[in-house]
């Protein structure tokens, strides 16, 4: 199974404030997810990115949130300006090899006062 | 827009029980559809992945059905243990490339 590291696992904020969440695959992928999990709520998806273009975003994902791959191996989320509404486990997820299976990070989550 | 649904929310049963874990969606024309195991406070493993083309797949005492006409899997715990207490997602996806929709989960608590 494909390794997926993502940092910091914890981060707190305050409200207003820019966060960056790092995802590290092990192995070279090109197929990237993020995906959020507010607490008691559905693992929601934000945004996929392949060959370094998004290539589908949810209607979450709006102006605040940005993503790139800095050098080729981190992937990054951005979170511009954070709410108390964006405090949540984000996931970092890969595609694996062959037929579409996903493979999820330990998450970070992000608390905003 | 497809929806996710996984019946019951919690589950407690004693060790050694066989048990079924409902997931349903309400747009059959999915690619895929994976299990997960999610701790709390942790992130998602994932233990099987069934193609639309398959009917089960097989893991240890895992055993995980799809009838994808009727939007309906099962997830099969035989044997339960104690270490298998942890919330189980349901996702499907619509493409082999695409996002994955996930239910709430169940919380399964299996007690000594």
């Known amino acids: 199974e494909p390794e997926v590291t993502q940092t910091p696992s914890h981060q707190v904020t305050q409200m207003g404030q820019e966060v960056i969440l790092r995802c590290v695959p092990i192995s070279n992928h090109l197929y990237f997810y993020w995906y959020r999990q507010i607490l008691g709520q559905k693992v929601e998806f934000l945004v996929s990115?392949?060959?370094?273009?998004?290539?589908?975003k949810s209607e979450i994902f709006d102006d605040q949130f940005s993503v790139e791959r800095p050098d080729g191996s981190n992937f990054t989320l951005k979170i511009r300006s954070t709410k108390l509404e964006d405090s949540a486990m984000y996931f970092c997820?890969?595609?694996?090899?062959?037929?579409?299976?996903?493979?999820f990070g330990p998450g970070t989550r992000l608390t905003v006062t | 827009k497809q929806e996710v649904t996984q019946i019951p929310a919690a589950l407690s049963v004693p060790e050694g029980e066989n048990l079924v874990l409902n997931c349903s969606f309400t747009d059959s024309a999915i690619y895929n559809l994976q299990w997960f195991r999610q701790d709390p406070g942790k992130g998602l493993t994932s233990l099987l992945l069934?193609?639309?083309?398959?009917r089960e797949q097989t893991s240890g005492r895992l055993n995980a059905s799809l009838d994808k006409s009727s939007g309906r899997s099962t997830l099969y715990i035989a044997a339960s243990q104690p270490g298998d207490s942890a919330t189980y997602l349901c996702a499907v996806a619509a493409s082999g490339y695409s996002t994955l929709t996930f239910g709430k989960g169940t919380m399964l608590l299996v007690s000594p």
């Open positions: 069934i193609q639309s083309s398959q």
């Open positions: 997820a890969i595609r694996g090899q062959g037929g579409g299976e996903q493979y």
């Open positions: 990115f392949y060959n370094n273009e998004i290539s589908e």
